[in-house]
């Protein structure tokens, strides 16, 4: 399953972004989808996951700031971040968890940067 990610950018203290995650089709079901962020020198932590049925589980430095959706039509998770702060400043990482009752994997999208800034 490969990933397509895409909407970081360059935002300032208190305002948003919204961040999209396609995954390719595949044979495979797509299971959790989620967020994940990193900085230089920091291990990656997460950020916001879904399950297929809309369950959610949020990082807890961005709870009732971001909300993450799904589209299982589309293969597609989105990731609304408001009220940004300098320290969200990091590359963001989409990742599902994929499988087909008998075999189980994830995959990861190549990142992508959000620099919040004045």
């Known amino acids: 399953v490969q990933l397509q990610a895409s909407g970081g950018g360059l935002v300032q203290p208190g305002g948003s972004l919204r961040l999209s995650c396609v995954a390719s089709?595949?044979?495979?079901?797509?299971?959790?989808m989620g967020w994940y962020r990193q900085t230089p020198g920091k291990q990656r932590e997460l950020v916001a996951r879904?399950?297929?049925?809309?369950?959610?589980d949020y990082g807890n430095s961005v709870k009732g700031r971001f909300t993450i959706s799904r589209d299982n039509a589309r293969n597609m998770v989105s990731l609304q971040m408001n009220s940004l702060k300098d320290e969200d400043t990091a590359v963001y990482y989409c990742?599902?968890?994929w499988g087909n009752g008998r075999s189980y994997g994830d995959s990861w999208g190549q990142g992508t940067l959000v620099t919040v800034s004045s």
């Open positions: 879904i399950n297929r049925g809309g369950g959610t």
């Open positions: 990742n599902v968890v």
């Open positions: 089709e595949s044979i495979f079901s797509i299971y959790d």
